[in-house]
């Protein structure tokens, strides 16, 4: 364990009274924590997720923990990169700063392949091609800020986790835990090759990957379904989850802690990082892999029709 790290939590996250933080799927789980912690702490707090009564709703329960929260909703589907854009768009036209980007939303193992509007395979079209068309268009507001922070948000899953560039959109073959896993490897690639590409071209932002251990949100319910074997363990079995708010540690450390570095992946501490407090994580072999980290990129750019 590290010991910058030992048991860090929401209450040490540095006050400050200005700072703009963009949080994708904010609404419920983990995202909400990240932004309830955030705003407390002083930030100007951007919830975003599909469902605007959703967004009230959140932006209300907020307030009502800490009234002089500054909090706004904007709505986004990260399954749909026409929705990205005109997210981007607004965001441009406003012409405000962005300190932190937390690329948090995600979808888990739908029992059926699922396209986006694009027609990428669900979970690696949300996970993965969303949160990179979002932060390349995001850039030049990130760039503006001058010690910007992208937190992705990855999963232990990725452990199992495989680029297969030869069925990117699992087309061939689609196993819901398998899909899964790449979208969540492949969000930890680019983490580590953002913080790279940052450093060779100077773009002044830190890159920074977090995962939340297993944590008691409804993921699982809204992917898998509440009948399915890990919706059934997530219901019945509360206990073998560790609360929401402890899953957003990891992710909290790296978008604020001054001892948090670019290009490092943060997890909880305890029982194979499932849970426990801020520490590094592991990074499995094939996320330092430079080669596929170049290759993904590129196939990525194309996908999302972006460029850095």
Same mark, same amino acid.
Do not use: C
């Given at each position: 364990m590290k010991k910058e790290t030992k048991n860090w939590t929401a209450s040490n996250i540095p006050q400050r009274n200005s700072g703009l933080a963009v949080i994708t799927g904010s609404t419920e789980g983990v995202g909400y924590e990240d932004a309830l912690a955030l705003s407390s702490a002083g930030w100007n707090v951007i919830v975003m997720g599909r469902n605007a009564q959703k967004g009230a709703a959140t932006i209300a329960q907020i307030l009502q923990n800490n009234p002089k929260a500054k909090v706004s909703f904007e709505k986004i589907d990260l399954a749909d990169l026409s929705s990205i854009k005109s997210f981007a768009s607004r965001m441009i036209e406003r012409g405000e700063a962005i300190n932190l980007l937390i690329n948090n939303a995600g979808v888990m193992t739908p029992p059926n392949r699922l396209e986006t509007a694009d027609g990428f395979e669900l979970q690696f079209g949300t996970n993965h091609i969303g949160h990179f068309a979002l932060t390349a268009q995001l850039? /030049?507001?990130? *760039? @503006?800020?001058q010690d910007a922070r992208v937190v992705t948000v990855s999963s232990i899953a990725n452990r199992n986790g495989k680029i297969n560039f030869d069925d990117l959109q699992s087309t061939s073959s689609y196993v819901p835990g398998e899909a899964y896993s790449q979208a969540k490897m492949a969000n930890l690639v680019f983490a580590l090759e953002l913080q790279r590409r940052s450093e060779k071209y100077g773009w002044g932002i830190t890159s920074?990957?977090?995962?939340p251990g297993v944590s008691r949100t409804n993921l699982l319910i809204n992917g898998a379904g509440k009948w399915s074997t890990p919706g059934i363990m997530r219901r019945f079995f509360p206990f073998l989850f560790q609360p929401q708010s402890q899953g957003a540690l990891p992710t909290l450390f790296a978008a604020t802690? /001054?001892?948090? @570095?670019?290009?490092?992946?943060?997890? /909880?501490? @305890?029982?194979?990082?499932? *849970?426990?407090?801020?520490?590094?994580? @592991?990074? /499995?072999? %094939?996320?330092?892999?430079?080669?596929?980290? %170049? *290759?993904?990129?590129?196939?990525? %750019?194309k996908l999302a029709k972006v460029e850095f």
């Open positions: 850039l /030049p507001l990130l *760039r @503006k800020a920074i990957a977090s995962h802690s /001054p001892e948090a @570095k670019g290009g490092l992946y943060y997890g /909880p501490n @305890k029982m194979s990082e499932t *849970r426990g407090f801020p520490s590094i994580a @592991k990074i /499995p072999e %094939q996320a330092n892999d430079l080669e596929i980290a %170049q *290759r993904l990129w590129e196939v990525s %750019q």
